[in-house]
């Protein structure tokens, strides 16, 4: 049981994760989830030239932390989601 700090240190740097809610039409009743361990500002940044989600869809909702996973699953009736690093 004996840790060492190599792993105490991988723990409190551990990347929260970004979760983002979007649809790919403005008139889709879909909605997708992405899930990324990129900081939030590479997420919705809009000049990226391959962005993690496409420019041309709609961002519903965007959060930081993995509790926000179950709650827009269900908010969104989500059944699975999409996990990018």
Sequence with gaps: MCTTVLEIKAQEYKRTPVVVVYKKSTRSTVHYMAVTTETLDVVIDLKKKKP?????????????????????????KIKKFDFFE
Excluded: P, R
């Excluded at 420019?55 to 908010?75: A, L, N, Q």
């Design 52 to 76: 993690i989600i496409d420019h041309k869809y709609e961002m519903i909702e965007v959060g930081v932390g993995e509790s926000f996973i179950k709650i827009w699953m269900k908010k969104f």
